[in-house]
C-alpha cells in the first residue's frame, strides 16, 4: 500500500508545520462536528442534562454537576438554547483535545507521534462522536482529562523532583478535581498517580506539593460531596449499585456486551491497532522510555479492567472506560511513529489511520442519512402501539414534527375550552420527560411533572418541586410514544377520576409513517401523587415564596407570556 503522503526523514517538516497539520485537523473536526451538532435533534441522554442547566445545582442524582456548567457557559445560562449552542461545548472541547493530544504524543515520543494520537482520536467514535459531538458528562471529563494528563507526563516522571516538576504536580490537582466535578471515574487518574508513585518514584511521597495538590482536588470535588450529604448520599448509592457485584450471579451476556461495545466504542480499527502495539511493546518490538509507558498503562488499564470485572455481574455501559483509552491511543500512536520512520522516508498519512477514519465517516454518513431521511426501513407492524420501537434513530428525530403539531392540537383545545392553558404534561420517566420538557412543554410556557418512583423518574423528582404541584380537580396531558408505549391507566389510574381515548399524531420521514404519540387528557385529579423524595428522608426545604394562583380553574385562564408567544406559527 502506498503511503499519500510522505517526506524524507532528514527533511521532518518545522515544528510549525507539524502545529499547523494538527490545527487543520482541529479545524476539520470542529466544523464537521458542528455540522451534526446543528443538525440533529437532540438525544434522550443530551437532552435530560440539559436539565441540569436548567435547574442548577451542587450536584445532582445521575452525576456531578459540570455538564450542566459548561451548558450554561456556551449557552450564555440558555440564553441561546437551540440543539447547536447546547452541543457547542462538546464542538470546541473536542478540538482542544485534538490539541492536547497532540502535546502529549509529542512528550512521550517525537512530533509525529502526536499527530498521529491527534489523529486516531478523532478517527475515535466516543472522542468523535459521543463526547465531541453531544453533550454529555464525558464531555467536559475528557478535555480535563487530557490536561491533568499532559501535566502528570511532563512532571510525575522527574527523579529529583525538581521546583518545576513540583509545581505542575502542585497545580494538577485543579483539572484533575474538575475532571472528577465532570464524572466520578475520573478518580482512577488519581490512582494510576499513586500507583506510579508508590511503585516507580517514591520521592513524590516526601513532597508537601502532591498532597496539597490532592487536597485541591477534593476542594473542588466538594460542592458533589455537600450536596449528597443533604440528599442523604443519594447519588453515591444511586451508582455504586450500578456496579454491584453481590446478589447477581455470573452474566456473560453483560460482559460481552461491555467487551464489545468498548471495541465499537473506540472504533475496530483503533482497537486492534491499539492490541498491535501493546503486544509490540510486550514482546520489545518497539520501545518507549519506561515512565512514559507505566503512566500510560496505569492510567487507563485499571480502569478497563475494574469495568470488564463489573461487567460479569452487572450491566455496565462501554462509554464509562472511555477516557482510558486515551492513554492507550497514545501508545498505538508511538508504534505507528517507529513504524512510519523508513530509512528514505516517513509515512504522515499510514494506512492504519486511513482505513480507521475511513469507518468513523462511513459510519457518521450512513447514520446521518439514516436519522433524517430513513434510507433503511424498520421492519413493518399492524400494532400502532409498537410502531418505530426498535428504530433507535428516533431518539433524535421527530421532537421538533411533534412539538409543532401539539401545539396546535393544544390551540384547539384551549380555545374550544377542552382543557385549561395551566394543565402540566405528565410523564412516567425522566425519558421521554426531558424530551417533552424541551421540544413541547417549555416553549409554550407549559409545567412538565414527573410521576413514578425515584428510579424512573432521577433529577426530576427535585425539578418537580420547582413547579406548580398538580392540583385536586385539575386536568393534565399525558403524553407516550409507539417507542415505548405505556398505558396511563396503570400509570396514573388511581390519581384521576378518568382517563379519555387518546389522539394520535403521526410521525413521518418523507412519506414513511415511521412512530405514533398518544396524547391523553387525564380528567379531575382525585389525588395528589406524592413526593418521592420524602420516601427518602429528603425533605422539601423552606422557601418563603408565594405563588398566586388562578381564584378558579377556568379554561378561558389568561396564557402565560411565553405561551402567547408561542401561539402563532
Known amino acids: 500500500m502506498k503511503p499519500i503522503i510522505a517526506f524524507d526523514e532528514d527533511k521532518l517538516p518545522a515544528n510549525r508545520k507539524f502545529n499547523g497539520l494538527v490545527l487543520l485537523i482541529v479545524v476539520l473536526s470542529v466544523i464537521v462536528r458542528g455540522f451534526f451538532a446543528w443538525t440533529l435533534e437532540l438525544g434522550n441522554d443530551e437532552v435530560y442534562y440539559w436539565t441540569y442547566a436548567l435547574y442548577p445545582a451542587l450536584s445532582h442524582f445521575d452525576h456531578p454537576p459540570m455538564v450542566g456548567f459548561v451548558i450554561q457557559a456556551f449557552t450564555f445560562d440558555l440564553y441561546f438554547d437551540s440543539e447547536f449552542f447546547i452541543r457547542l461545548g462538546a464542538v470546541i472541547l473536542g478540538g482542544a483535545n485534538t490539541w492536547l493530544i497532540y502535546l502529549i504524543g509529542k512528550v512521550v515520543k517525537d512530533k509525529l507521534t502526536g499527530l498521529f494520537a ?91 506539593e502532591l498532597y496539597i495538590s490532592v487536597l485541591i482536588s477534593l476542594v473542588i470535588f466538594s460542592p458533589v460531596i455537600l450536596w449528597n450529604i443533604e440528599n442523604n448520599f443519594i447519588s453515591f448509592s444511586f451508582q455504586s449499585a450500578r456496579v454491584g457485584i453481590f446478589g447477581s450471579g455470573l452474566r456473560p451476556d453483560y460482559f460481552a456486551t461491555e467487551f464489545f461495545g468498548q471495541v465499537f466504542y473506540n472504533n475496530p480499527f483503533n482497537f486492534v491497532l491499539i ?139 384551549f380555545f374550544s375550552k377542552r382543557m385549561a392553558v395551566t394543565a402540566p404534561i405528565i410523564s412516567h420517566r425522566w425519558f421521554p420527560a426531558a424530551h417533552l420538557d424541551y421540544y413541547v412543554a417549555r416553549p409554550r410556557g ?67 409513517h415511521v412512530e405514533n404519540f398518544f396524547v391523553y387528557r387525564l380528567r379531575s385529579c382525585l389525588e395528589v401523587p406524592p413526593d418521592v423524595l420524602e420516601q427518602f428522608g429528603i425533605m422539601k426545604p423552606y422557601i418563603d415564596n408565594f405563588i398566586e394562583e388562578p381564584e378558579e380553574s377556568d379554561t378561558s385562564a389568561p396564557f402565560k407570556e411565553d405561551s402567547l408567544r408561542r401561539l402563532i406559527y
Not at 141 to 166: C, G, H, N
Not at 453 to 477: F, G
Open 118 to 208: 491527534a489523529m486516531l482520536y478523532n478517527a475515535s467514535v466516543y472522542c468523535f462522536v459521543i463526547a465531541g459531538i453531544f453533550i454529555l458528562p464525558d464531555t467536559p471529563q475528557l478535555f480535563f482529562w487530557l490536561l491533568s494528563l499532559y501535566m502528570i507526563i511532563v512532571a510525575l516522571p522527574d527523579k529529583e523532583t525538581t521546583k518545576a516538576s513540583r509545581n505542575i504536580i502542585f497545580y494538577v490537582g485543579i483539572p484533575l478535581g474538575l475532571a472528577m466535578l465532570s464524572k466520578y471515574t475520573s478518580v482512577f487518574l488519581w490512582m494510576g498517580v499513586g500507583l506510579y508513585i508508590i511503585f516507580f518514584n517514591r520521592k513524590w511521597l516526601k513532597t508537601a
Open 275 to 413: 492490541i498491535m502495539a501493546l503486544v509490540a511493546l510486550k514482546t520489545k518490538k518497539f520501545s518507549l522510555p519506561d515512565d512514559y509507558t507505566r503512566i500510560l498503562l496505569l492510567t487507563s488499564l485499571p480502569l478497563i479492567f475494574v469495568f470488564l470485572f463489573f461487567a460479569l455481574f452487572n450491566r455496565t455501559l462501554p462509554h464509562w472506560t472511555g477516557p482510558a483509552y486515551l492513554s492507550l491511543i497514545i501508545i498505538a500512536a508511538a508504534w505507528l511513529s517507529e513504524k512510519a520512520m523508513k530509512p528514505e522516508k516517513a509515512i504522515l498519512f499510514p494506512f492504519y489511520i486511513r482505513i480507521s477514519m475511513g469507518f468513523l465517516l462511513v459510519g457518521l454518513t450512513i447514520g446521518l442519512f439514516q436519522i433524517k431521511r430513513g434510507i433503511f426501513q424498520t421492519p413493518k407492524t399492524d400494532n400502532p402501539k409498537e410502531l418505530g420501537k426498535n428504530d433507535l434513530t428516533l431518539d433524535m428525530y421527530g421532537w421538533r414534527q411533534f412539538a409543532y403539531k401539539f401545539h396546535e392540537f393544544a390551540d384547539h383545545d
Open 446 to 512: 407549559m409545567d412538565l411533572l414527573a410521576i413514578g418512583d425515584l428510579e424512573r423518574i432521577h433529577k426530576y423528582a427535585w425539578i418537580n418541586r420547582e413547579r406548580h404541584e398538580l392540583l385536586l380537580d385539575s386536568d393534565a396531558y399525558y403524553i407516550t410514544s409507539s417507542r415505548d408505549f405505556q398505558d396511563p391507566a396503570k400509570l396514573f389510574g388511581k390519581y384521576f377520576v378518568f382517563i379519555e381515548k387518546p389522539e394520535i399524531i403521526k410521525i413521518f420521514k418523507r412519506d414513511q
